[in-house]
């Protein structure tokens, strides 16, 4: 009787789960079945209309690194299709190239000859004004950059302090044809992602970092990862630590710990100052490495020279393109 109570319990804990599974899925599809029906995958590219083609494919490709792919034209078009989409009768044919902006939309550039549409680009505040933001690791080193092809830059970057953007830093650019582009960088996350939103903003930061290669699968390589981890939360000197900061962690580390989450390598660096600022006679020491693939798991111990295991514990650590992506700590309890 009590191993068919058993085998009774199982098929009620399979069915029950079985049946979260597909309204997990129902759920899903509701709220996708627009963009389902519209068959939409995406964005592939944005467009924009330039004045000179070869000057707009110069400054993307010398400037910005992008290397133009396609080229289509020069295209006659005719009464019908200009009518259709609001083009000057008297408007040239119309050449257009693709360009690959790395992570992210292609941008596709148009030039029509005999261009005899407006020549003034829309203001800011009128209805089809577009601008195209480029995310960037380092804004004040991208301005810097800029300034030194003589870019012109529109004002200073800021920081947004407060709301859901907390913590994004932007500023627009001109193209050397007028066009109103923008630069934006949050390497430690938005404001709105510290409350675990169900859906996070696609960004190209995430996208930029690959997925888990063979060399991520060195266990020697990740071995001197955990061993240099060590070394970070036991440096004193600031400028060494930095330095290993930067070589073991991505710039968008996550560390989980069961009282906090630590975002970036700044907040890192804070928590381990305070650490040793409490405890400045205190050192960590391993007991023992497991490498699993790309998963390593450090148990270690933390105390005085007469005392060295005053706390004891497991670091879990994920690691992908040669950097710890997460940390998470786990602390004996005492008993």
Do not use: C
Not at 29 to 47: L, M, P, R, Y
Not at 152 to 173: H, Q
Not at 195 to 205: A, C, E, G, M, R
């Amino acid at each position: 009787m009590k191993t068919t109570h058993k085998k009774s319990n199982k098929k009620v804990q399979t069915s029950a789960a079985a049946m979260l599974n597909l309204l997990v899925l129902f759920s899903a599809s509701e709220k996708t079945v627009a963009q389902t029906n519209a068959g939409i995958v995406g964005i592939d590219h944005v467009g924009i209309n330039v004045p000179d083609l070869n000057k707009a494919v110069t400054f993307f490709d010398d400037v910005l690194g992008f290397k133009p792919v396609t080229q289509l034209g020069p295209i006659p078009l005719d009464a019908d299709w200009k009518k259709l989409n609001n083009i000057n009768p008297n408007t040239g044919a119309v050449t257009i190239k693709m360009i690959n902006a790395g992570n992210g939309a292609s941008i596709e550039v148009f030039e029509y000859a005999d261009n005899k549409g407006s020549k003034t680009h829309p203001n800011t505040d009128d209805i089809g004004a577009s601008h195209i933001a480029f995310y960037v690791n380092d804004i004040n080193a991208s301005v810097q950059y800029l300034k030194s092809k003589g870019v012109k830059i529109l004002g200073e970057p800021f920081t947004m302090p407060s709301g859901d953007t907390a913590g994004e830093t932007w500023v627009y650019f001109e193209t050397p044809w007028g066009s109103k582009m923008e630069l934006v960088s949050y390497p430690n996350g938005k404001g709105y992602e510290k409350t675990n939103p169900k859906t996070i903003l696609w960004s190209p930061k995430n996208a930029a970092v690959k997925k888990v290669s063979e060399a991520d699968l060195d266990a020697k390589k990740n071995t001197a990862i955990v061993e240099n981890h060590l070394k970070i939360w036991n440096e004193k000197d600031e400028a060494k630590r930095k330095v290993l900061l930067n070589q073991v962690y991505a710039s968008n580390v996550e560390m989980v710990d069961r009282h906090f989450i630590a975002e970036g390598i700044d907040d890192i660096s804070k928590f381990i100052v305070e650490l040793q600022t409490k405890n400045p006679e205190f050192k960590f020491t391993a007991k023992s490495v497991e490498i699993n693939h790309n998963i390593a798991r450090l148990y270690w111990q933390f105390g005085s020279k007469a005392k060295p295991a005053v706390v004891s514990g497991m670091d879990l650590f994920v690691i992908e393109n040669g950097k710890v992506q997460k940390l998470y700590v786990f602390v004996d309890q005492k008993e």
